[in-house]
């Protein structure tokens, strides 16, 4: 059976100003008044002016790009409660080139969400089917409040109190509601009005987020439950999580809906450090998530192929053959995706296989200019399923630059939009849905239309495959370019489209708002971009070297910044209607 959460308050009042970027003191930085600007000093990119702000304060306050994607991660839990909070999880890739307190640092943080202790291989079988997606069973391990302390601890350099003021702030000040957001819910509102149980199931999400379905531009969300949280995680760290009261509330949020994750699970969260993948591709240093991140590893392989190719990664894609190439690169990166990737501490990744240089050339000689080849050639050849597509709303990245020469790139999630719709009752966060990533029916497609491998069924304390994509690009003058997205599986492509926009001399605004194309292998569809291609002939041109076609709106949301001779190019893509900050 299911139990309603406790009841929730009444919506609160709109305070008398809203939490804006220009409220934050000190303020001897600036926020973009639109979603790109060039900055000297060091500069922040989040899907948010007010996460932004929070990140650029950090660095105004000395602090380096660890304590502002730390601080711009905290605060969009707040401000951007679909895509991702404290109740998630997420990948952080670290570089500090000459950092004072760290020196020269390369490595990467999994926070990434794991599965409960009591849920195995079969556990989703035998419920219904959209117990992956929504309620208590399809709550992972939250990871985001251990690994962001983790990486402040190690290898930021402001106090935890500091680094979580500007989200405590927001939380209490309230924030404007913005298009994204109100285009983000409208979805999620028709769901909670044809199904009146999810009014009283989900309480605090249809009273206080979707306003009853009548939430618009403009209005003010206040979060003092978040406040309360973020205030304890402030004072006691990861403490208020596993001995505080934040993870009994925690376990009773779920126990109430029918689920299965415990204090004993939250209490066992551990992050891990690992060593980043690196690739060096035509004169460029690439730094990405090893798996269970599939981002980097499907990046490498596609920009590999285009190097094999005879491909200039700074000739800019923007003709039928060069998106046919790019979209034949992105098919068996896909392909050896859904058959490999998996959480390396339970089960192998051929990584040398996937990465291998000979096994890239047997790859390329499929890539023809004139056509494509049988969809079981594509990778491993794995069987092909019909899926069904859906939207990601539940991501989120941040792109950091500082004034040291150090870059953070970090994506976090909660899987869809406002994760498992259960919310933790007295502190006002939502807890993810990201059980639906890992493999949890046999012969069956996830939300994402991703056909998961055998090795990532659910295990105790294992992390399933994710798509999040923060990438870092080195060159011998240090950071060239910071980037991530967020979008499912069209996080991969379109991170990999706006990094090969930049190298080709677009100055990062163009980068970013420039349209894209996606292809994940299966189903066997082209998407564009409405405005990718339009020239006469050219989409002619795709469907007769054999690529069916789609029309997609939005081919992920990127956060982008790049080295150039008059500062840090900062873009928020304007797909979601983000601004970036700085120095």
Same mark, same amino acid.
């Given at each position: 059976?299911?139990?309603?959460?406790?009841?929730?308050?009444?919506?609160?009042?709109?305070?008398?100003?809203?939490?804006?970027?220009?409220?934050?003191?000190?303020?001897?930085?600036?926020?973009?008044?639109?979603?790109?600007?060039?900055?000297?000093?060091?500069a922040v990119a989040a899907d948010?002016?007010?996460?932004?702000?929070?990140?650029?304060?950090?660095?105004?306050?000395?602090?380096?790009?660890?304590?502002?994607?730390?601080?711009?991660?905290?605060?969009?839990?707040?401000?951007?409660?679909?895509?991702?909070?404290?109740?998630?999880?997420?990948?952080?890739?670290?570089?500090?080139?000459?950092?004072?307190?760290?020196?020269?640092?390369?490595?990467?943080?999994?926070?990434?969400?794991?599965?409960?202790?009591? =849920?195995?291989?079969?556990?989703?079988?035998?419920?219904?089917?959209?117990?992956?997606?929504?309620?208590?069973?399809?709550?992972?391990?939250?990871?985001?409040?251990?690994?962001?302390?983790?990486?402040?601890?190690?290898?930021?350099?402001?106090?935890?109190?500091? =680094?979580?003021?500007?989200?405590?702030?927001?939380?209490?000040?309230?924030?404007?509601?913005?298009?994204?957001?109100?285009?983000?819910?409208?979805?999620?509102?028709?769901?909670?009005?044809?199904?009146?149980?999810?009014?009283?199931?989900?309480?605090?999400?249809?009273?206080?987020?979707?306003?009853?379905?009548?939430?618009?531009?403009?209005?003010?969300?206040?979060?003092?439950?978040?406040?309360?949280?973020?205030?304890?995680?402030?004072?006691?760290?990861?403490?208020?999580?596993?001995?505080?009261?934040?993870?009994?509330?925690?376990?009773?949020?779920?126990?109430?809906d029918g689920g299965v994750l415990?204090? $004993?699970?939250?209490?066992?969260?551990?992050?891990?450090?690992?060593?980043?993948?690196?690739?060096? #591709?035509?004169?460029?240093?690439?730094?990405?998530?090893?798996?269970?991140?599939?981002?980097?590893v499907a990046m490498f392989q596609?920009?590999?192929?285009?190097?094999?190719?005879?491909?200039?990664?700074?000739?800019?894609?923007?003709?039928?053959?060069?998106?046919?190439?790019?979209?034949?690169?992105?098919?068996? $990166?896909?392909?050896?995706?859904?058959?490999?990737?998996?959480?390396?501490?339970?089960?192998?990744?051929?990584?040398?296989?996937?990465?291998?240089?000979?096994?890239?050339?047997?790859?390329?000689?499929?890539?023809?200019?004139?056509?494509?080849?049988?969809? /079981?050639?594509?990778?491993?050849?794995?069987?092909?399923?019909?899926? #069904?597509?859906?939207?990601?709303?539940?991501?989120?990245?941040?792109?950091?630059?500082?004034?040291?020469?150090?870059?953070?790139?970090?994506?976090?999630?909660? /899987?869809?939009?406002?994760?498992?719709?259960?919310?933790?009752?007295?502190?006002?966060?939502?807890?993810?849905?990201?059980?639906?990533?890992?493999?949890?029916?046999?012969?069956?497609?996830?939300?994402?239309?991703?056909?998961?491998?055998?090795?990532?069924?659910?295990?105790?304390?294992?992390?399933? =495959?994710?798509?999040?994509?923060?990438?870092?690009?080195?060159?011998?003058?240090?950071?060239?370019?910071?980037?991530?997205?967020?979008?499912?599986?069209?996080?991969?492509?379109?991170?990999?489209?706006?990094?090969?926009?930049?190298?080709?001399?677009?100055?990062?605004?163009?980068?970013?708002?420039?349209?894209?194309?996606?292809?994940?292998?299966?189903?066997?569809?082209?998407?564009?971009?409405?405005?990718?291609?339009?020239?006469?002939?050219?989409?002619?041109?795709?469907?007769?070297?054999?690529?069916?076609?789609?029309?997609?709106?939005?081919?992920?949301? =990127?956060?982008?910044?790049?080295?150039?001779?008059?500062?840090?190019?900062?873009?928020?893509?304007?797909?979601?209607?983000?601004?970036?900050?700085?120095?």
């Amino acid at each position: 059976s299911v139990r309603a959460q406790e009841p929730v308050q009444p919506i609160a009042p709109a305070p008398a100003r809203a939490a804006e970027p220009d409220a934050f003191e000190p303020a001897p930085f600036r926020v973009a008044q639109t979603f790109h600007d060039t900055f000297a000093g060091g500069a922040v990119a989040a899907d948010h002016p007010v996460a932004s702000a929070a990140g650029a304060e950090m660095l105004a306050r000395g602090g380096n790009a660890v304590d502002a994607a730390v601080a711009a991660s905290f605060t969009l839990s707040v401000v951007r409660p679909y895509s991702c909070g404290i109740g998630g999880g997420g990948f952080m890739v670290i570089h500090l080139a000459n950092d004072p307190k760290h020196g020269a640092v390369d490595t990467a943080i999994n926070y990434r969400e794991t599965s409960p202790g009591a =849920v195995g291989r079969t556990y989703f079988e035998k419920l219904p089917e959209d117990a992956s997606t929504r309620g208590g069973h399809s709550v992972a391990t939250p990871g985001s409040v251990a690994g962001l302390l983790y990486a402040l601890e190690h290898y930021g350099t402001l106090d935890r109190a500091t =680094v979580l003021a500007p989200a405590i702030r927001a939380a209490t000040v309230g924030f404007v509601v913005d298009a994204h957001y109100v285009e983000t819910v409208g979805n999620l509102t028709n769901k909670f009005e044809s199904n009146p149980d999810w009014q009283e199931r989900f309480a605090f999400v249809w009273e206080r987020f979707l306003r009853r379905g009548e939430v618009a531009v403009g209005d003010t969300i206040v979060l003092p439950e978040q406040a309360l949280a973020l205030s304890l995680i402030s004072e006691s760290g990861f403490d208020a999580f596993t001995k505080g009261p934040i993870g009994g509330a925690i376990e009773a949020a779920i126990a109430a809906d029918g689920g299965v994750l415990n204090r $004993a699970d939250i209490r066992g969260y551990a992050p891990l450090e690992v060593e980043p993948l690196r690739r060096e #591709i035509q004169g460029k240093t690439f730094l990405a998530m090893p798996p269970p991140s599939s981002g980097g590893v499907a990046m490498f392989q596609a920009l590999t192929l285009l190097d094999m190719h005879g491909m200039d990664l700074e000739d800019r894609i923007d003709t039928p053959l060069e998106v046919h190439l790019l979209t034949e690169a992105f098919k068996h $990166a896909f392909a050896d995706r859904s058959k490999f990737l998996a959480d390396p501490e339970f089960a192998p990744v051929p990584m040398d296989k996937l990465l291998a240089d000979q096994e890239l050339s047997r790859l390329e000689r499929l890539m023809l200019d004139g056509a494509t080849v049988q969809i /079981n050639a594509y990778g491993t050849g794995a069987k092909v399923f019909p899926i #069904i597509r859906r939207d990601d709303s539940g991501t989120s990245h941040i792109s950091v630059v500082d004034a040291h020469g150090g870059a953070v790139a970090c994506t976090e999630t909660i /899987n869809l939009e406002f994760g498992s719709l259960v919310v933790v009752p007295g502190y006002g966060f939502c807890l993810n849905d990201q059980m639906d990533d890992f493999t949890t029916r046999r012969n069956a497609n996830n939300a994402f239309s991703l056909r998961q491998s055998r090795h990532n069924f659910p295990e105790p304390g294992k992390r399933p =495959v994710s798509s999040m994509s923060p990438t870092i690009v080195l060159d011998e003058d240090g950071v060239l370019a910071v980037a991530g997205a967020s979008g499912g599986p069209r996080i991969i492509t379109g991170t990999t489209e706006v990094l090969l926009n930049a190298f080709a001399g677009m100055d990062a605004g163009d980068a970013v708002a420039a349209p894209r194309f996606h292809h994940q292998w299966s189903p066997n569809t082209l998407l564009l971009e409405p405005g990718m291609l339009t020239g006469e002939g050219q989409r002619t041109d795709l469907e007769a070297r054999g690529h069916p076609l789609g029309v997609h709106k939005q081919i992920g949301n =990127v956060q982008l910044i790049t080295r150039t001779p008059g500062g840090w190019q900062a873009a928020s893509d304007p797909r979601k209607g983000g601004r970036p900050a700085g120095l």
